[in-house]
């Protein structure tokens, strides 16, 4: 019994190229999760003018920017100190998380809820930012090359 299924392309003699770890895996994670959060917030900024008008626009796109800035905040701190101290990156992230919920409670407190805010949008602009920043994320670290191992070092062969 013969297979009538195409064999694919033929194999070449060349050698595989090598990849590496993925660079600036951080700052990659922030223009991917912005641009993804920005847009939705785009568009949940004009459904949002359309039935609330300017205000509730305002207000979608500034609980959208405040969860933007709380993550985006993250991804500096682990490109920075990633950079010098990878394994310390955790501890730092750690600490630095401790201090964005702080710092955000403290200012969200101390300047209060302007009139014209809608809570209504300013909470599905932030679940949405929520929602497609950590899908972005998800989908950027799916796709970053994590090099785990150190590549074993070439020795030239002795003259026997």
């Not at 392309?9 to 912005?34: A, Q």
């Not at 991804?75 to 950079?83: Q, T």
């Amino acid at each position: 019994m013969t297979s009538n299924a195409d064999s694919g392309p033929v194999s070449g003699n060349g050698p595989v190229g090598v990849s590496g770890p993925t660079r600036s895996l951080w700052l990659r994670l922030l223009v991917l999760s912005s641009l993804a959060a920005g847009a939705g917030l785009v568009l949940c900024s004009v459904v949002a003018a359309f039935l609330d008008g300017v205000s509730g626009a305002l207000s979608a796109v500034l609980g959208g920017l405040l969860v933007m800035l709380f993550f985006g905040i993250s991804l500096l701190v682990g490109h920075f100190v990633g950079r010098s101290n990878p394994s310390g990156a955790i501890g730092v992230f750690v600490a630095t998380y401790f201090i964005k919920v702080v710092g955000f409670a403290v200012v969200l407190f101390l300047i209060g809820a302007p009139e014209w805010l809608h809570g209504r949008w300013f909470l599905i602009g932030a679940v949405a930012a929520v929602v497609l920043w950590q899908g972005a994320e998800i989908y950027g670290f799916s796709k970053a090359r994590l090099q785990i191992y150190n590549d074993p070092e070439t020795k030239e062969p002795r003259d026997v």
